[in-house]
């Protein structure tokens, strides 16, 4: 931000060349006659002809490069400009250090002349952006592809119900893997979002993506009138995802073992995480913000708190948030089969994913896409916009400790969610509803209790659950889901239940965990956690929009 602002106070890239040349040429820079043009283009020297005044262009831009002021011209040319003083400088004071060096270096060659006139531009400071009013951020629309369903109130109410998504694997054959079941989506369709040209060419995590976010539009009322009234240039999109187009990239590794000739022409563009944001946006004719992150599991809620920092500074006035992944195919089993990470309870798959259950084996792979359509306060209520909820904050922080393991201490999750609290200016006694990242591992369901026993742990009204105990992990998807299931418990007034919590870990409260049942709750502030390997920590915060 701060970057953008000041190049936006630069003399321009043309000014800073006429200075550089003109050093050179005053010292014979590069070894070349000092009479010749300074470039070829045509351009260049009909600016330099109006520096010249009378005279050779040669000595009107020495001469004034030397009393290190800018020409006539520039000065023509750039009344009021800011900048200027920081550049140029004034003739009745003294050379600061900078200055001298400057001129000391005029004996160098060309290139060095150049570099010290570049360098101008990185050292020069500028002054701050006025303070402005800080903009609010609220949700006014949600989309979801799940395997408990593929729009947010339905998707909800099976969360309320306490029914799990989590079945026999069906789409491909599995049965010499060790774990065979997922969060597996059984029913699709793209009828109606996607072109069906688009819809058998693209991989299933951007098809997920593109459903998902055309949705979370209708859901919050953007008909193609509502759009006509938007400022393109002020929508973004930054859905992102931890996998990317993993099966059209594995196809087109099975193609080329035949011949390169048999690779599909799209497999590269179509197999990039950026690329369903990028798509999306083309299809909404948005040109804000577009792009994509990608912090493996904690994907998604780094997209959220990046398009509401958007909002905040301006940038932005609506944006599409979230993540989307879909890799419930052979490599993608079989690399999180490697990793020891899945739960291996085949026989009885309802009941895999337990997160703070002592019988835990391991998490359950899901796939789907969540969208949040974000939206600054004032934008939302000029058209009339249902309101959801509003954003408050969040904070990101690295554990610099393990590719997969959490940091004993928890110290990186502990500052996550002190820096969250700070950045939504809340207190802790404020939040009473956690949505936990909560996988159904060993290590990793422990140590988060741990650090949300510490932050949160004397709050009596707080509950904790995790929904990756009825849909799985969604991976780069996971902390959309769940935003939009937070988002969902603050609406409703429900929060729902953590099924197959039969034995709980030594050292776990229960007192502070949803039990089997969904449970009535007004919520003040709601809390999502995910957490990704690399040790990446992500906390966001909602409450009621009042």
């Not at 009745?92 to 250090?97: E, F, G, I, K």
């Not at 059984?186 to 998902?212: H, I």
């Not at 992150?293 to 904690?298: D, G, K, N, Q």
């Not at 899901?366 to 249902?386: F, I, Q, S, Y």
Request: charged share 20%; with cysteine; hydrophobic share 35%.
């Amino acid at each position: 931000m701060v970057g953008a602002a000041a190049s936006s106070c630069y003399a321009s890239p043309l000014c800073t060349f006429f200075v550089a040349a003109c050093m050179s040429l005053s010292h014979g820079g590069g070894g070349g006659d000092t009479r010749q043009p300074l470039g070829r283009s045509r351009r260049r020297r009909q600016q330099l002809g109006k520096c010249s005044g009378s005279g050779s262009v040669q000595e009107a831009l020495v001469s004034s490069c030397l009393e290190f002021k800018p020409c006539s011209h520039y000065n023509k040319n750039n009344k009021g400009n800011a900048f200027t003083p920081l550049l140029f400088g004034s003739n009745s004071l003294s050379l600061n250090r900078k200055q001298r060096k400057l001129n000391r270096a005029t004996t160098s060659s060309s290139g060095g002349a150049m570099a010290v006139a570049m360098g101008m531009e990185k050292e020069a400071t500028v002054d701050k952006k006025p303070p402005m009013e800080q903009r609010r951020v609220v949700v006014t629309g949600m989309g979801v592809e799940t395997s408990l369903g593929h729009d947010p109130n339905t998707f909800y109410e099976n969360l309320l119900q306490g029914n799990s998504g989590i079945s026999q694997i069906e789409n491909f054959d599995c049965s010499e893997f060790p774990t065979r079941i997922a969060g597996e989506i059984k029913s699709f369709s793209t009828e109606g979002w996607v072109a069906p040209k688009l819809s058998k060419r693209m991989d299933k995590f951007m098809l997920y993506l593109l459903t998902a976010g055309k949705k979370a539009l209708a859901d919050g009322g953007v008909t193609d009138e509502v759009m006509a009234e938007f400022n393109k240039a002020k929508c973004g999109v930054l859905i992102g995802s931890a996998m990317g187009g993993m099966k059209v990239f594995n196809d087109a590794i099975e193609a080329l073992k035949i011949s390169y000739k048999k690779m599909n022409p799209f497999c590269v563009p179509f197999a990039t995480t950026n690329m369903g944001s990028a798509m999306l946006a083309m299809d909404l004719g948005w040109m804000g913000p577009n792009y994509s992150i990608s912090t493996a599991c904690a994907t998604s809620n780094f997209c959220i708190l990046n398009s509401a920092n958007h909002i905040i500074r301006g940038e932005a006035d609506v944006m599409l948030c979230g993540g989307s992944d879909a890799v419930i195919i052979p490599i993608g089993l079989g690399g999180f089969v490697a990793c020891r990470a899945l739960s291996q309870r085949n026989n009885d798959p309802t009941k895999a994913s337990r997160p703070w259950d002592s019988n835990r084996d391991g998490f359950v792979m899901g796939e789907g896409a969540g969208v949040l359509l974000l939206e600054e306060l004032e934008h939302a209520k000029k058209r009339g916009a249902t309101i959801y909820a509003e954003f408050l904050g969040g904070s990101f922080t690295c554990d610099a400790y393990h590719m997969t393991e959490p940091r004993p201490d928890g110290a990186g999750v502990i500052l996550c969610i002190e820096r969250a609290l700070a950045d939504a200016g809340i207190s802790k006694e404020q939040i009473n509803y956690i949505n936990a990242h909560a996988t159904s591992t060993p290590a990793g369901d422990l140590k988060e209790y741990q650090a949300l026993a510490h932050c949160f742990g004397q709050n009596p009204e707080l509950k904790v659950n995790s929904t990756k105990s009825m849909i799985g992990h969604l991976l780069g998807a996971a902390g959309a889901v769940e935003a939009i299931a937070t988002v969902q418990a603050i609406r409703t007034g429900w929060v729902h239940p953590n099924i197959n919590l039969e034995n709980p870990d030594n050292g776990v409260d229960t007192s502070l965990l949803v039990g089997p049942k969904k449970e009535r709750l007004s919520i003040k502030a709601a809390l999502s956690n995910s957490f990704g390997f690399g040790g990446h920590n992500s906390s966001i915060i909602f409450a009621p929009y009042k």
